[in-house]
């Protein structure tokens, strides 16, 4: 089972910028690593994910353009990243790191309910 923590929410002004870091237990290959949202009263949605077998990356229409998603992975490091730019208010949202095997699927870019490990989420508020 994989253990994510992540780090780095708070609060910001719209159009300021907040990196997200969630850190892995251990590195994972051939596996789907994500950021998804979930705002009071909806739904948990895809925010970005990313393939650690061959680095392709996925991102919802609301944040291309603005958010990045990237892993620095190394000797007993996995640690995946999100920086978020030029944020909006409806960006604000509890964000969840998640991890999951490839499998059946052939592609990161897939619903919640399809991934298996989460961390614990941290909280994004952007005011106007």
């Known amino acids: 089972q994989v253990q994510l923590v992540e780090s780095g929410g708070g609060s910001v002004q719209a159009g300021g910028s907040l990196r997200l870091s969630c850190r892995a237990s251990?590195?994972?290959?051939?596996?789907?690593m994500g950021w998804f949202r979930q705002a009071p009263g909806k739904e948990r949605d895809r925010v970005a994910t990313?393939?650690?077998?061959?680095?392709?990356?996925?991102?919802a229409d609301s944040v291309k353009g603005r958010f990045t998603i990237s892993q620095d992975v190394g000797v007993g490091k996995n640690i995946l990243y999100l920086q978020m730019n030029s944020l909006k208010p409806e960006d604000t949202a509890m964000y969840y790191c998640?991890?999951?095997?490839?499998?059946?699927?052939?592609?990161?870019?897939?619903?919640?309910?399809?991934?298996?490990?989460w961390g614990q989420g941290t909280q994004v508020t952007v005011s106007s």
């Open positions: 998640a991890a999951e095997d490839i499998g059946a699927y052939g592609n990161c870019w897939r619903d919640a309910i399809t991934y298996f490990n």
């Open positions: 990313i393939y650690t077998g061959g680095g392709s990356t996925h991102y």
């Open positions: 251990k590195t994972y290959y051939n596996y789907c």
